[in-house]
């Protein structure tokens, strides 16, 4: 299959996965595991390393959700993070995104090394917070997936792209949905 396909049937299986996670339903997970299997494959391809990276993550984060999302999600979806937990994470998260940048721009032929580290440390960050059930995930992954637009029309991976914005509006409607349930 050529790139193109791969990239077409990652972004279906994320899709999917999004739209599934949005309404609760645990089934989301396995399609998280498939489009991460493919993606790690494509952002080496395309040398955005820290996506991989994350995409390899999201391979291990969706078996730990597929396991533990039932069990999470019982209690319903509450934020019980308080605002001065997210004060003192942003700055460092910021300093990670730094380093990681600085060190691929050193050490790889990596591309956007500042804007792929970016969109790996929070979105490691906001995928802990969706699989243990945290409202605000979606507040982070609004703003991740709108920097990933950039980031894959720079790579030329413009159905990953498009994507992106498609995961801006889900997120909004993500957290909506999940804020009234």
Not at 38 to 62: D, N, P, Q, T
């Amino acid at each position: 299959m050529r790139f193109y396909a791969w990239e077409a049937l990652a972004v279906v299986f994320s899709l999917l996965y999004t739209l599934l996670i949005g309404n609760g339903s645990a089934w989301a997970w396995p399609f998280a595991i498939f489009a991460g299997i493919i993606y790690v494959f494509l952002c080496v391809r395309k040398s955005i390393y820290a996506e991989a990276f994350l995409h390899f993550f999201y391979i291990f984060m969706g078996v730990y959700g597929w396991v533990t999302w039932s069990s999470n999600t019982e209690a319903g979806y509450q934020s019980t993070l308080s605002v001065k937990i997210h004060l003192v994470l942003v700055p460092l998260l910021f300093l990670v995104t730094y380093i990681s940048g600085k060190l691929l721009s050193r050490f790889t032929n990596a591309k956007a090394t500042f804007v792929d580290s970016f969109t790996t440390i929070f979105s490691v960050w906001a995928t802990f917070l969706m699989v243990n059930v945290y409202l605000e995930n979606w507040w982070y992954f609004i703003f991740i997936n709108g920097v990933g637009v950039y980031l894959y029309a720079h790579r030329k991976m413009y159905l990953t792209s498009g994507l992106m914005v498609i995961y801006v509006i889900l997120s909004v409607k993500g957290y909506w949905q999940w804020s009234t349930m």
